[in-house]
């Protein structure tokens, strides 16, 4: 494999949190390469350690010892400030009840990571438009996420993870409130951007959606049990 | 920096769109009333004070007042000094008065019984050229019982309200020392004594014409006659006045005052703009209610900066996960930051405009029309824009606080510990 190729590098990621005087281990030493334009699934039983995972990888939790290259660029040593601006520039997420701003719109939510970054708000807009249009809403721009179906957030969450092209996109547990029909559409659109050379790495408790992507792992107790490639 | 701005600004501003109505409008109704309060209390209670000045000036003093040197009995060289003033051309006019001390009978008819005081008592009495006092005091205006006096008529009197035990303001206030004429109505007979410069003791006796009200005491504790009968009772041969009310711009009376020092030229009398001849007490009483009205304004600021507080508290609780999910897509916490302080300064914005469009468009211009009629004055309300806009300011400043606060205690909260509600 070429160095290169890889997108995530994880060695030896522990997190250890403290309850009082106890201490739990819930992830214990993980070791994971992840391919620029794979789609992985992370599985597991409730506590397995899945989502803290996740937050490791995403830069959302930083873990109590070991080491994470994304995408070349070693992160243990970036400061809070270093790695919301690596977040906002080369990571996408998707979180299970959506996350969408109440008071803005589809649109709205949308262009919020856009204008961060310091795009123009209409150039903002458009970019939002576009990736709304991606997740096939672009006919419900205008409205508020009260206005929308479960199903229908979930795709502006998915638009607002895709719609400044990170590098990676993290998703924790995506389709795990929606019902089986809504939850096939949004992994239409998940399989739709692996096709399109994204990077996803995906949280799921559902073994057939994990089935779709290129490689699951399960997680037991901190540490990886196994890791299943797709049949081609 | 620019950026956090500008999404910050972003998000205030579709969040103030958005959010509900009712909320919004009891937000902004507490910050007009917070302005009012600081605007209008404190301009009430120091209106108070201004409006008492203000009467002093149209009702007695002009807008330069001059009156004899301490230890005179009147102002030197009047003669020339009126003839000064009469020509000068921003003197619009003015009202010289003659005055002496005199005790006062109020009843001729029945002689005091055994241990019973006289009905008598000490005041000033005041000689007036009646066609220029009206011009510059509308004096007319004050006679509310009886007539005023006529050009060319003697015997007849005017006497204040405020020193008849009827009339008086003070009558019931039994304050040792304050002695009131009893049983003095329109058409009795009053007799004053005094003395002249000679020693000779003068008595005369005048029918009461009418009763002068006004909250100023140099006419509500005084009377008055025509300046022809007193110069007569006085036995003087020149003009011997004992003050000099001049109306001219209020702007030009330091002016004034200068070039009529000028012109006496070593004659000695005492030349001040009204403001001067304010006596320092109510001056005092203008500063304390000043601070009075600061302090009550401050507990109204306390009061909008709790509620500015809570309301963005709450906003931002209820939003943790937000905020965190936000944080975690890479929003900058300080852009979060700017989005709750512009929503504060906002509501303090339209609070202020609101209340600065009710203070000058609605209260000013009614108290102005319509004075709060308080016992010794008309108060009015004492609002500028000046000052007006420094309390905006501090509102905003407030407000600003207010706002930055909770969002900082929310923001600060970890990212992943908000996103999980943990």
Redesign the interface.
Known sequence: MKTSQIIIQAEKIVRTFHDGTREQSVLKGIDLTVERGEFLAIVGRSGAGKSTFL?QLGL??TPTSGRLVLDGKETSHLNE?EK??????E???V?QDY?L????TAL?NVA??L????HA?KDAYKKSAVALGRVGLGQRLDH?PAKLSGGEQQRVSIA??VAHDPKIIFADEPTANLDSETSEAVMDVFLDLHREGQTIVMVTHEDEYASLADRVITLSDGTVKSSTHKKS | MF??L??GF??AV??I???GKGTTALIIFIMVLTFLNLVVVSGLLVGLITGSFKQFREGYSGEVLITPEAGRDYIENSPALISFLENHPKVENIAPRYGMNVQVLGTLIDLPAKNERPNRIGTRLVGIDLEREEAVTGFSRFVTYGENLKEGEEGYILIGANILKKYSSFADANIPGLDLLEDVEVGDRVRASFTRAEGDIVSKDFIVKGILKSKVDEVSTRMFVTDRELKKLLAVNQEQFQAISVRTDYAYAPTLVRETKEFMNGYEARIQTTDEAIPSFLRDIETTFGILGNALSSIALVVASITVFIVIFINAVTKR??IG?????????S?IQFSYVFQAIFYGAIGSVIGLLLTFGVLKPYFDANPIDFPFSDGILVATIEGALIRIAILLTVTLIAGYVPAKLIIRKN??DS?LGR
């Open positions: 937050y959302l939790d400030t919301s601006q690596f977040r906002l520039f990571l996408g997420y979180f996350a701003l109440p008071e803005l709205e919020v990571p204008i961060m970054q310091g708000i508020i607002r993870a | 950026l956090s500008r999404t972003f998000l579709r969040q769109k958005r959010s996960k937000f999910i936000m944080k975690g897509i890479g929003i900058s916490p852009a990212t992943l996103i």
